[in-house]
């Protein structure tokens, strides 16, 4: 629970500052931004483990070919997902990312020495954990068996209409033990115990985690008005 809010605090932040509209999530999940913020919304991905919450209007789909039409959403989300896929697709994501939007497209991911120096701190102390039978998290396995995306690699070449902000967040130091011990059962259940009666105060805390050396990157993409 603490690392989806720690990972849309800079979405709902965004939706502040550029008020309210459509929303698409890429690679949404069950859950999707529905797990922290009151948003209802669309997501797609092409695999549904569990039924979706409630508030995401929820369709099986591919990334690489969206079944929306032109400028469909303000706001397209991809939060976390660009390094699930193989290097070789992830510019074509991006490209129906940029088609169906007609505001803003929103990608966070890990990046940098730094994020993958935490994955390997996070895969020692899972390895602890698969002492007592528990397995290695699928997320980890596939964070350590692929490059991580970096928005000079897989930003589409031509971006005429949109403006393009690149920047970190969250600290590299302390993203690994908020991950380990915020996913620890109890530690989970009690945060979001904290987080349904007084979001606020969380999200106010949350901000602070967001200084140098930085393990994700946020690539911001506004379309350019006419």
Known sequence: MLDKIIRYSEVE???????????????????????????????VDPWYPEKPIATQQAV?????????????????LCIEVLEHLPVNIRTRAVEE?????????????????FARAGDYLLLGMYELLRLLGKPL?????????????????????HLEQFTVKIYGHENAVIHPWLIFFGNLKKISRRTEIAYRKNPSALRKWIRLLHFPPYCRQIVLLERISK
């Open 13 to 43: 932040k965004l939706f502040e500052a550029n008020g309210r509209g459509t929303i698409l999530e890429v690679g949404a999940g069950p859950l999707g931004l529905g797990a922290c913020l009151p948003y209802r919304f669309v997501g």
């Open 60 to 76: 099986r789909a591919s990334g690489l070919a969206l079944p929306f039409q032109d400028r469909s959403f303000d706001f397209v």
């Open 137 to 157: 998290p699928w997320w980890l396995i596939e964070h350590l068996a692929n490059p991580y995306p970096s928005a000079s690699d897989y930003l589409p070449k």
């Open 97 to 113: 990312m940029c088609r169906v939007a007609r505001k803003m497209i929103i990608i966070t991911h890990p990046h940098g020495f």
